[in-house]
């Protein structure tokens, strides 16, 4: 059988990773049937899955298998959508639309939607400490990974400091990086740490650390893009709503830097990133595919 092209391979874990959260999470409950449904309403359905995705295509640059890191993409997944649907909240960003259609607290409420994230924690951490593929050390390093980048020092700090955070503040640009690399970047590292982990759990040291630039050059160049979408595309083309940035007063790296250099400077990031995968012989890899479709995209 004729081997696969990037863009097939992808497509194929796309599907493989839908797949598999549907089969993953509950469709029933003895306490909140609502919840469960709201669990699946906020996390299936739409998305491009990039996060599980450099999970997968990391471990299969890797080892040439990412079947072995299809649960451990859904945990993060499961991650994702549990800060989407606190990010849209009204007491955030007060966003009623996500992937195209209602956010999940314009459909179930904002106190359910609440309790879908609180949910969608726990559950993503299950899904790792009961997949049968890992070994028990395997599952705990990717716990504390998913710990890491979720928490007070990853994600949600992140989040902390941006509701904190106006354009009046006059961030440098280097906070600003700061900012995104908490907020959105650890989830990046994270993804491609755990597909390490899964595929080469005693590589070498060096070829972690430049795994490590990689990611977080590719998770800064995508917010750039992303700040850089929320200004050039309509909310129908986002599947949220557009312009949010300008409406909540945030700073953005096309404030700081102009949106031509901003342009540049996402492309520059790609390119050096490109370069770090160059150097362990990743370059035409299907890891790279996924970073160019991180940071040329429409999310």
Known sequence: MAQLDHEEQLTAIIAAIEERLEYLLPTKSEHSQELVDAMRYATLGGGKRLRGTLVCATASSLSGDYTRALDAACALECLHAYSLVHDDLPVMDDAALRRGKPSCHAVFGPALATL?????QPLAFSLVLDCPELTSNQ??????????????????????WDIETSQAD???IESLRRLHAAKTGEFFVAAI????????PDGDTGEREVLERFSRKL???????DDLLDTTESTA??????GQD?????????????SAEATTYA?????????????????????????????????
């Open 116 to 120: 879908v994230g609180d949910a969608l």
């Open 139 to 160: 599952r705990l390093a990717i716990s504390q990974t998913l710990a890491h980048a979720s928490g007070w020092r990853g994600m949600v700090g992140g989040q902390a």
């Open 170 to 172: 006059a961030l440098t």
């Open 193 to 200: 740490e755990i597909g390490r982990l899964i595929a080469r």
């Open 219 to 225: 998770g800064e160049a995508f917010q750039v893009v």
């Open 237 to 242: 083309q986002l599947g949220k709503p557009s």
């Open 246 to 258: 300008a409406r909540h007063d945030k700073p953005t790296f096309p404030v700081l830097l102009g």
């Open 267 to 299: 492309q520059t990031l790609l390119h050096n990133a490109f370069s770090d995968l160059e150097d362990i012989e990743l370059g035409n890899s299907l890891l790279a595919a996924v970073a160019e479709r991180c940071v040329n995209r429409l999310r």
